[in-house]
């Protein structure tokens, strides 16, 4: 088993009486980009200030490397959180913002470094713009090089794509793909489906406070897979053939003309010999996994 | 043995300097915060320079030195107080204070660099205006003839008192969401100012004035007990109330 980073163990936490998660367990292991979704309500800013140390759970234990992490100072030099707000200070500069930051870590940050930790998130012409006359979106990216700034080992994200645009969801998306890459463990806690398809290889999913489902991605999708057989082809010509060959093995089927992909609800093995048998090529055969927003419907009540 | 207390005084020398470095990072955030903004310096002009300037054309030479203290008092026991809210209620209400609690910062240190850049504003508004006043007075012809008690109090022991009422009361209001929580400040110093008076008076004491300068001591024995109170409190208090 990999080693855990983060490790939450029935922890249950509630606000004067008001429940905000029950009985959660679950581990972070290193390295690993883990997303945690849910409706809102749900619990996923509970856990993320929890594993940030700003909270204290009512029950449980949570350990982050392998220690307390509430009121534990020397543990924030190791975890960036990215609040679910806009956290920086609007009467500052951005330069005085960043500068604040890097000497509370310690860091010998100067001009030229500061612009180009901006320079990923393209405010480095900002440098001396007062926070507050920043849009919401680039004080969102502001809010992300502050929560990289000292270079941590755990990144807690609570909601990053939140006010940012298209573009700049792309982007944001592959800096924390880079950040993976350089062997960071990602904890992203978002509404965004996508997101959270796109970039977790582990989900929680939350509902009312309570661990719904948790797992490899992969995984939990094919157990809920449904079974249906996706079959791409190259041409307009075999795509035909295959439909009146499905047509005449009296399968249940239906197509996405444009694509030229068929669906049919069978196994991958005898579509294959079906389509051999009528000399039909394709481009790929695979079963159809489940969305994550298919996941996601079938666990979480309206 | 002498290498290992060696050590322990390294070790509690460098945890002192870093704990300071680290308050004297927050004083700078804060004070540049402040003086970002333009209101803080008409409020330093209408409430502090103008008022300094005009003592020895509203008053008699006679009661120059009273009124100089009737100015600078308030200002050294109330000021820190008003900007209480402003460092303290707007950083739990903007939510800033959880993101400076996600980073290296232990609460203690954030409540302390905060009330200290409170009491240097201060210590700049009550040495501005006096300097203010007093070249104004020496214009006027009037001596002023300030006692080292008029202004023992003024720099010491008010501002002292008013550091160790803040450090308390801005842990209140980073516990609390009730805007009532402001109030309280003003009550609890009006209660002490007269409570000293009141004792000061019953010691022999003639006026208000000489009562409020001759408690200098009682006053910092006040601030100790109060600071101590801060001291108990940051150890028992629940630092998630911050972020609630």
């Not at chain 2, 007093?134 to 003024?154: P, Q, T």
Request: aromatic share 12%; charged share 20%; glycine share 6%.
């Amino acid at each position: 088993m990999s080693n855990p980073i983060a490790v939450f163990n029935d922890v249950s936490k509630f606000y004067s009486g008001r429940l905000g998660i029950d009985g959660i367990s679950f581990r972070v292991n290193y390295g690993e980009i883990v997303g945690c979704i849910g409706p809102n309500g749900a619990g996923k800013t509970t856990i993320s200030k929890l594993m940030a140390g700003l909270l204290k759970p009512t029950r449980g234990m949570v350990k982050v490397f392998s220690e307390n992490p509430f009121n534990n100072v020397n543990i924030k030099f190791r975890i960036g959180l990215l609040l679910d707000f806009d956290s920086m200070y609007d009467e500052l500069t951005v330069y005085d913002n960043l500068l604040f930051l890097s000497r509370v870590y310690n860091l010998d940050a100067g001009r030229s470094k500061l612009k180009d930790l901006l320079r990923q998130v393209g405010l480095e012409n900002e440098l001396d713009t007062i926070v507050g006359k920043l849009s919401k979106g680039m004080r969102r990216r502001l809010s992300f090089v502050g929560a990289l700034i000292h270079n941590p080992e755990l990144l807690i994200l609570d909601e990053p794509l939140v006010f940012l645009d298209l573009t700049w969801q792309e982007r944001i998306k592959r800096l924390i793909k880079s950040l993976r890459d350089e062997g960071k463990t990602i904890f992203i806690t978002s509404n965004d489906l996508v997101l959270i398809d796109d970039l977790a290889e582990k989900i929680i999913l939350l509902d009312k406070g309570r661990l719904v489902i948790q797992g490899v991605k992969s995984e939990i999708k094919e157990m809920l897979s449904r079974g249906v057989v996706k079959v791409t082809f190259f041409d307009e010509e075999n795509f035909v053939l295959a439909v009146n060959a499905f047509k005449s093995n009296a399968l249940s089927f239906w197509v996405n003309k444009e694509k030229l992909e068929i669906f049919v609800d069978s196994h991958p093995n005898k579509i294959a010999e079906i389509l051999m048998r009528v000399n039909c090529r394709f481009k790929s055969i695979g079963v159809e996994e489940s969305s994550l927003e298919e996941v996601y419907r079938k666990f979480v009540s309206e | 043995m002498e290498l290992r207390s060696l050590h322990w005084r390294r070790c509690i020398g460098n945890l002192f300097l870093n704990s300071f470095k680290r308050v004297v990072l927050v004083m700078r955030k804060d004070l540049k915060m402040v003086f970002r903004s333009k209101l803080q310096f008409i409020v330093l002009f209408i409430g502090v320079l103008l008022p300094s300037s005009l003592i020895p054309f509203l008053i008699g030479k006679s009661r120059a030195s009273y009124a100089f203290f009737y100015l600078f008092q308030p200002y050294a026991m109330f000021l820190p107080l008003i900007l209480c809210s402003q460092f303290f209620s707007r950083e739990k209400s903007s939510r800033t204070i959880e993101y400076l609690l996600t980073l290296p910062l232990s609460p203690a240190i954030i409540i302390v660099g905060k009330s200290l850049s409170i009491l240097l504003l201060t210590y700049l508004y009550v040495s501005l205006g006096s300097m203010v006043a007093y070249i104004s007075c020496i214009i006027s012809g009037i001596n002023l003839n300030l006692s080292w008690e008029m202004l023992f109090s003024l720099f010491l022991a008010y501002p002292l008192l008013s550091f160790s009422l803040i450090v308390n009361i801005g842990l209140l209001q980073l516990i609390s969401r009730n805007i009532l929580v402001l109030y309280i400040p003003a009550i609890i110093s009006l209660i002490a100012i007269n409570f000293i008076v009141f004792m000061a008076r019953i010691m022999g004491s003639v006026s208000y004035l000489t009562s409020l300068m001759k408690m200098q001591f009682p006053l910092l024995f006040v601030s100790l007990i109060l600071f101590l109170c801060f001291i108990l409190a940051i150890k028992l208090v629940d630092y998630e109330r911050f972020v609630i």
